[in-house]
């Protein structure tokens, strides 16, 4: 039962366009997502992540958007870069799950020069 | 601060040799959780405590499978007797209740 999905195992885009990276869930009660970047031979590190009381949340090239109507959440990446090539994951807190976090499987972004 | 700490970094044991794994996570931090990274089914959370006490193992696969968190700097996650399938990368993450949890570098186990 995979409660956060990622659909998309890889992703390439250009340096400079847009990278979207998708992310869907079926728990309503999740009330928190949030996105976790990682490079090869290390731990993944936190990114952005936005409540589920709001619909976007801004930083920098990185922009997080949420549909709850849908139950679909989206990185944008503007622009894309070289060293934003790495796997993302997706992940979503429930409190009435013990407050830990569900992650997603991860989409392999590569940003060719 | 030092960020979380795992060790050993890589492990290669024979099957049905015991393994463990060690985890020290940010100074401060009150709960802390063991992944599995694999291709098959990503990243998975196997079990995780808060103010040292374990409170929820659904996700350890087995009974082959047990962690520890003796005090609030120190864990473990030992495998016994380790398998071919139990290959994988393991993290240790910690968080001060919150919702973002901090990574440690992984321990990539092979047992062959």
């Known amino acids: 039962d995979q409660q956060v999905k990622q659909n998309s195992p890889s992703l390439s885009v250009q340096e400079g366009r847009i990278s979207i990276l998708n992310c869907d869930y079926t728990?309503?009660?999740?009330?928190?997502f949030l996105w976790y970047k990682k490079y090869p031979a290390e731990g993944p590190t936190f990114l952005i992540s936005i409540s589920s009381i709001k619909d976007k949340n801004e930083d920098g090239r990185f922009t997080v958007f949420l549909n709850k109507s849908a139950k679909h959440l989206s990185l944008h990446i503007v622009p894309s870069q070289p060293g934003d090539s790495a796997v993302y994951f997706c992940?979503?807190?429930?409190?009435?799950?013990?407050?830990?976090?569900?992650f997603g499987q991860g989409t392999e972004l590569s940003v060719k020069p | 601060d030092a960020g979380v700490i795992q060790s050993p970094r890589h492990e290669v044991t024979e099957m049905g040799q015991e393994v463990t794994l060690r985890c020290k996570p940010i100074?401060?931090?009150?709960?802390l959780f063991w992944y599995r990274q694999t291709m098959m089914r990503g990243l998975e959370l196997l079990i995780y405590f808060n103010n040292n006490v374990p409170i929820d193992d659904s996700g350890m696969p087995e009974d082959r499978f047990s962690a520890k968190m003796p005090n609030a700097s120190f864990s473990t996650l030992k495998i016994q007797p380790s398998e071919p399938r139990d290959s994988a990368v393991y993290f240790c993450?910690?968080?001060?209740?919150?919702?973002?949890?901090?990574f440690g570098p992984g321990t990539r186990l092979t047992v062959t």
């Open positions: 993450a910690s968080s001060l209740q919150g919702y973002e949890q901090y």
């Open positions: 728990n309503s009660m999740f009330d928190y």
């Open positions: 100074s401060g931090h009150n709960s």
């Open positions: 992940a979503a807190h429930s409190y009435n799950q013990g407050g830990k976090l569900i």
